[in-house]
């Protein structure tokens, strides 16, 4: 298995674009996460999908933030219109159902909003 | 709520020494809990976890983890440490739920 495949690996964009991150997790998984990184706040859950239904979006920061997975194998996170405090290591994971299951994450997504 | 907390942001060790990175953490009933590694400009690498059983687990790479319950603690351990075991190190606990809630990390750094 590939792994959790997240795509574009950098992003450079100017405030206010429109900018969205792609997510494919472990075939088989049923639990996906979105989390952000930051030197000042660590590691930070955005948003839980199980079975492709957002279960707590509560850590999504605003509106500006949304996120869809539209089938098993494909997730996006986007930001519109994008702000320069929006610069983070935006990470993928997947894992199965169960508070017992390691999550498997992705190599992230560097963002950097100018 | 729960909570994880590396007291230590960081630790340097010389290579072969043993290595140790601490966690404890705070959590409503039965915990499962996590170590991850993560080297620069990559994602979190899963390491091993405790959900039930015996105290003491093996993981990847060498590593093990001891599990206190009464001292709410779960510390990371390598017999004898490598350079390439530089990296930063997460510790993370779940509840009965989706939720992992990651400690701060701490930095590891082993000299030749």
């Known amino acids: 298995d590939a792994g959790v495949i997240q795509s574009p690996r950098h992003e450079v964009t100017e405030m206010g674009q429109e900018v969205t991150l792609r997510c494919k997790p472990i075939s088989g998984h049923n639990s996906l996460f979105w989390y952000r990184q930051t030197m000042m706040r660590g590691l930070e859950l955005l948003i839980y999908f199980n079975n492709n239904v957002p279960i707590d979006d509560s850590g999504m920061p605003e509106d500006r933030f949304s996120a869809k997975m539209p089938n098993a194998s494909f997730s996006t996170l986007k930001i519109q219109p994008s702000e320069p405090r929006d610069s983070a290591v935006y990470f993928c994971?997947?894992?199965?159902?169960?508070?017992?299951?390691?999550?498997?994450f992705g190599p992230g997504t560097r963002l950097t909003v100018l | 709520a729960q909570s994880v907390a590396q007291p230590e942001d960081q630790v340097n060790v010389a290579e072969g020494n043993p290595l140790t990175v601490k966690c404890t953490y705070s959590?409503?009933?039965?915990?499962?809990l996590f170590w991850y590694v993560q080297y620069p400009n990559r994602g979190l690498q899963f390491l091993l976890k405790?959900?039930?059983?015996?105290?003491l687990v093996k993981g990847s790479y060498g590593f093990e983890a001891e599990f206190n319950k009464s001292q709410t603690s779960f510390h990371l351990k390598k017999p004898s440490a490598l350079v390439s075991d530089s990296a930063l190190y997460f510790c993370?606990?779940?509840?009965?739920?989706?939720?992992?809630?990651f400690g701060a990390g701490t930095t590891v750094t082993v000299r030749a």
């Open positions: 405790y959900i039930t059983g015996d105290n």
């Open positions: 993370a606990v779940r509840g009965n739920d989706y939720k992992l809630s």
């Open positions: 994971a997947s894992s199965f159902t169960g508070p017992g299951n390691e999550q498997f």
């Open positions: 959590v409503s009933g039965n915990p499962y």
